[in-house]
């Protein structure tokens, strides 16, 4: 079975500061990672998403993430954070075309002027 | 615009009356998806559909019904609400091409009295 582990459940940190979301992951078979967004009364925005190939995916709004296999993880960083990127972020697997995704617990970056 | 769409977005209801929250997508997806969002759960998995009178349970199915009559629709029915339905629920769907992940729908914030 897969699950998605993310450790921190809320981190905050100061404008302009960069930031690093971790996410880790156990399946026994491959699988598509993703990281969404979450903001303040919204549903869930595809941040970016690790198919195959390079380990380091560039995502929207400045985010990136770096697929590691031997550690099972896939961390989101941004360099620099901005007030409205307050919101809550999600990790995210899914094994096969039609199986469901799961989700990590979240995590809630709180960007602090 | 590609979009997910719910209805209605808040809805106060009292325990036993028999609601459906609406969800339909333009984006000519295979597969549809209902989660509830709960505080310190995450997002757990109701019901998925992967066509056109092809649903199946996810992992939190009970008190809950679905239906996929058309591609676009899928219709989430409440036959009794109880209190413990008190939820944010969230639509999704995406392509059979399981990579491209979900697109949301903006959520359902549903209290039963």
Redesign the interface.
């Known amino acids: 079975a897969q699950s998605v582990t993310q450790l921190d459940s809320q981190v905050p940190v100061f404008e302009e500061a960069p930031v690093e979301l971790r996410c880790n992951y156990s399946s026994s078979v491959s699988v598509y990672l993703f990281w969404y967004v979450q903001y303040p009364n919204q549903g869930l925005q595809l941040l970016l998403k690790y198919l195959s190939g390079s380990t380091l995916v560039k995502g929207i709004n400045g985010f990136e993430a770096e697929f590691n296999k031997s550690q099972t993880s896939f961390h989101l960083r941004k360099p620099s954070v901005h007030i409205s990127d307050t919101a809550e972020y999600f990790c995210a697997v899914r094994r096969t075309s039609y199986d469901k995704v799961i989700f990590g617990p979240g995590t809630s970056l709180s960007v602090i002027p | 615009e590609a979009q997910?769409t719910q209805n209605p977005r808040y809805l106060i209801t009292v325990t036993g009356k028999k609601l459906t929250v609406t969800c339909s997508q333009n984006m000519n997806h295979e597969?549809m998806?209902w989660?509830r969002q709960d505080p310190?759960?995450?997002?757990r998995?109701i019901y998925?559909s992967?066509n056109v009178e092809v649903t199946d349970k996810?992992d939190v199915p009970e008190g809950y019904k679905v239906s996929r009559k058309e591609k676009r629709n899928f219709p989430l029915i409440l036959e009794s609400p109880s209190p413990n339905q008190t939820s944010l629920y969230?639509c999704?769907s995406s392509p059979?091409?399981?990579?491209r992940?979900?697109?949301?729908?903006?959520?359902t914030r549903l209290t039963v009295v």
């Open positions: 997910v597969y998806s989660y310190g759960l995450g997002l998995q998925y992967m996810g969230f999704a059979s091409e399981g990579a992940g979900y697109t949301f729908g903006s959520g």
